[in-house]
Nanobody, 124 residues
Framework: VQLQASGGGLVQVGGSLRLSCTAS????????MGWFRQAPGKEREFVAV????????FYADDVKGRFTISRNNAKNTVYLQMNGLKPEDTAVYYC??????????????????WGQGTLVTVSS
């Protein structure tokens, strides 16, 4: 499966952005679709994931209440609505597809396909 992410950009503190990631090559409705991010000099970290069609979303603690993940299975697309952005949200954001079990939702090794990344920069 190929993933194409878009929607990153430069935004001021407190602003909003909406990331999109569209999968092609096969139907991903039975798989989890998630977002990770990697800031300069840091390891890739989990942001949010939504499991198969109708599944519950899960969030990292530091984005809970500010970010919302959703998916449109008809379009094979996952979204990440980011509100209340902070400078520490600055990173390259990657979408991913996989079949993690509950205990491995936050582990990047649980995902088999990755998008190319889209840069989000939050300026103060």
């Amino acid at each position: 499966v190929q993933l194409q992410a878009s929607g990153g950009g430069l935004v001021q503190v407190g602003g909003s952005l909406r990331l999109s990631c569209t999968a092609s090559g096969r139907d991903t409705s039975s798989e989890a679709m998630g977002w990770f991010r990697q800031a300069p000099g840091k390891e890739r970290e989990f942001v949010a994931v939504i499991r198969w069609a109708g599944g519950s979303p899960f969030y990292a603690d530091d984005v809970k209440g500010r970010f919302t993940i959703s998916r449109n299975n008809a379009k094979n697309t996952v979204y990440l609505q980011m509100n209340g952005l902070k400078p520490e949200d600055t990173a390259v954001y990657y979408c991913a597809v996989g079949r993690p079990i509950m205990s491995t939702l936050r582990a990047h090794v649980s995902y088999h396909s990755w998008g190319q990344g889209t840069l989000v920069t939050v300026s103060s």
